[in-house]
């Protein structure tokens, strides 16, 4: 029996090196079982050349990147497959010897297939009835690491990696027409970058990081042989375990081969293989929990970044396709946060010396005009790790249950799924807004009483915080005062389903039950209560939305990113519903008011920050009256507080930033901050601003026209 395998191999090689048999033919002649059993009448040749095109332009997952605004600076990574490409320029000639010798000796004499391989693999599967060796060349293996990554179904990923002899066939047929479309430098470019090597390092460049902190152009022999061992059985060969034993052995044996090929002497191999290995190991940054702990409080960031891509058409159909995306695109993101303004942000919300509290104090900031964050800080540290946290707040919840704080990955801020937080009085803006857009002067003056009947919404009465408050208001002094009453009665003059869509068109959305059902078409009409700011919101929204104020009454939706950039280098596009090519960095914004209508509202917000409006009269006090002296250059913004200050807000902007700051228990609304913390948020804002600007030159509000004045 043993002589006549040897004497088909030998009949066989004249053929192969002649170039007679291939594809499919060789594959059966190789692997008797394929043939016996007729499994290579499935493979079509049609579809073979299919993939054979695809596999041509195929690229594996690659590791996307997050960086700090200055675009150099890496915040954290988001990868399933730690992995950079990285051309073969760029890579010693170590390691491109070392896996030629550890893998694939003759892989610049083949075309893909090696007939001396598959003699060899043919000999041994005759002995052993069945397929006992593989013959696979690098381009072999390059195949089937192509067809896993590029598989799109289950099916596809068993198909490319189970262990079949029609898979044997499919992968030679498919090397064979490879090399006749890519060099021998290409394929050994994309092999390097495709190969697993363990310790979740794929590809050569996580590999080089990973084991040594170096990058693959400076490998030495020792380090390149090390590696090259590693492909065949990543675990078996780890040297990062605790006996190097095979290791070394694996790493030896490499070194031999790159010995006999001539890319190493005699003497240098030796030297090489009385060498210890020698691990300098690093552990890559993974998701936003691991973003350095000088930048901690851009976690939150960077979790909203999450939220935000997972919501983008650009990158798939649904969450699970564009995560897919992010985890394997090999993006290069920058954020749009400012780190002076963030800096200022976490000083005044004292993002690293409060945490201790269960009252949240968080500020957001919004650039006008471009919809992008600067800053997004709160009194929590950004950490997975909840074991220290006390027990919620929250009365009703599990008594297992963790609170929010010193720890938390909630998105306290905004962009996530969470509701949000009563926002009082910052509500106001949008009956103003409505009014103003629909032509009603900032004269426009109502009587307001401490308490007012509302026929409109069927006999609800609300009152005012304050006696002092009642008397005749335009919209300078309701507005500067927070009057309730006359902004239930403009509210009724402009309708409260009016409010309530400007304020969706200025990127509100409801969150809970009740949100919806009141803002339902059925039900705005009637939702009194809208201007008083019962229903939940989140700084990101409120900040973006004044944000468009101070633009002009032109909003921009909320986007946390300067820059996405492709692996390639190219911007990151998507193509509109009018089918227009844009840029997903690029800011996304719209009219939504009539800039007249917006500087009106600016005039009025003025009244509350202690500033002087360039039309009208505040009324002689006003809620807020410490924000310009603080910020020394002219601002607007609204205070607002809920019933019980049970969370208080403050939302403010110059014409260069918008600030939208809370303080709240995020576990419990009922857990009332009280009156004496209402200030919190005030001067959050302010001195952000304050700081933020600081050395900046001075910009005015452009004030409204004649016929906004009334």
């Known amino acids: 029996m043993s002589n006549r395998p040897l004497a088909a191999a030998g009949r066989l090689l004249p053929l192969l090196r002649a170039g007679l048999i291939a594809g499919i033919v060789v594959a059966a002649v190789a692997y008797p079982v394929a043939a016996a059993t007729g499994i290579g009448a499935k493979v079509t040749a049609h579809a073979l050349e299919h993939k054979t095109k695809i596999l041509t332009s195929a690229l594996p997952a690659e590791t996307s990147y997050l960086y700090a605004p200055d675009g150099r600076t890496v915040l954290t990574m988001f990868y399933e497959e730690y992995r950079q490409y990285t051309k073969l320029s760029d890579m010693s000639p ?4 070392a896996i030629v010798a550890a893998e694939d000796s003759r892989f610049y004499q083949h075309h893909g297939v090696d007939p001396k391989g598959v003699a060899r693999a043919f000999v041994a599967n005759a002995r052993s009835s069945g397929v006992s060796q593989g013959a696979s060349t690098l381009t072999m293996q390059y195949v089937r690491m192509a067809l896993r990554d590029s598989a799109k179904t289950p099916k596809e990923v068993q198909e490319a990696t189970q262990q079949t002899s029609l898979r044997k066939i499919r992968e030679m047929r498919m090397a064979l027409d490879l090399e006749k479309e890519l060099s021998k430098e290409e394929i050994l470019e994309r092999y390097l970058n495709s190969a697993y090597f363990g310790h979740r390092a794929y590809g050569i460049y996580a590999a080089s990081e990973i084991f040594f902190s170096k990058t693959p152009k400076d490998l030495s022999p020792v380090e390149a042989a090390t590696l090259a061992g590693l492909v065949k059985s990543p675990s078996e060969y780890d040297p990062a375990s605790s006996d190097q034993k095979d290791a070394t052995a694996r790493r030896n044996y490499v070194l031999d081969r790159m010995a006999q090929l001539g890319y190493l002497s005699p003497d240098d191999a030796a030297q090489a293989k009385s060498e210890p290995i020698r691990l300098k190991l690093s552990y890559p940054p993974n998701d936003c929990a ?55 942000a976490e000083k005044n919300v004292g993002a690293k010396e409060n945490t201790g509290s269960p009252f949240a104090n968080g500020i957001v900031v919004s650039e006008p005009g471009t919809g992008r964050v600067k800053a997004m800080a709160v009194n929590r540290t950004y950490s997975l790790d909840l074991a220290e946290n006390p027990p919620s707040s929250n009365p009703e919840a599990d008594p297992k249950m963790k609170a929010n704080y010193p720890n938390t990955v909630a998105p306290l801020l905004g962009g996530g799924d969470l509701p949000g937080y009563q926002a009082g009085s910052t509500f106001k803006m949008f009956p103003m807004l409505a009014a103003l857009n629909a032509g009603m002067p900032l004269s426009t003056s109502f009587n307001a009483p401490h308490r007012y009947r509302s026929e409109v919404y069927d006999g609800w009465a609300p009152s005012n915080a304050s006696g002092a408050m009642s008397g005749t208001q335009t919209m300078w002094s309701g507005f500067g005062k927070s009057v309730n009453t006359y902004f239930v009665w403009l509210e009724e003059q402009v309708g409260a389903d009016k409010a309530v869509r400007l304020a969706e068109q200025l990127g509100l959305r409801w969150r809970t039950d009740v949100d919806r059902e009141q803002a339902s078409p059925d039900k705005a009409k009637k939702w009194g209560a809208f201007t008083l700011g019962v229903s939940d919101a989140t700084p990101l929204e409120m900040a973006n939305a004044y944000a468009a104020i101070a633009a002009d009454g032109r909003y921009c939706e909320a986007i946390p990113v300067q820059s996405i950039h492709n692996r390639d280098g190219t911007p990151t596009t998507y193509r509109t519903a009018g089918g227009i090519e844009r840029e997903v960095a690029k800011p996304r914004c719209r009219q939504v008011v009539s800039a007249d209508a917006a500087r009106a509202a600016t005039d009025a917000a003025r009244c509350p920050t202690g500033d002087t409006p360039a039309r009208g009269s505040c009324g002689g006090w006003s809620t807020a009256d410490s924000v310009r002296g603080t910020v020394g250059r002219p601002v607007a913004g609204k205070t607002g507080t809920t019933d019980s200050t049970r969370s208080a807000w403050f939302v403010g902007y110059t014409p260069e930033l918008a600030a939208a700051s809370f303080i709240s228990d995020p576990d419990n609304p009922f857990n009332a901050v009280g009156d004496g913390q209402s200030q919190i948020p005030i001067a959050a804002v302010a001195e952000t601003l304050r700081d933020a600007l600081k050395g900046k030159p001075t910009r005015q509000f452009t004030p409204p026209s004649d016929r906004m004045v009334g």
């Open 290 to 344: 691991s973003i350095p702990e000088k930048w901690n409080s851009w976690g939150f960031a960077c979790d909203y970044l999450k939220n935000w891509w997972s919501a983008q058409p650009a990158f798939g159909d649904n969450r699970l396709e564009r995560m897919d995306k992010l985890r394997r695109g090999g993006y290069r993101i920058v954020l749009s946060m400012d780190p002076k303004i963030q800096e200022a």
């Open 94 to 97: 170590n390691i491109q010897q």
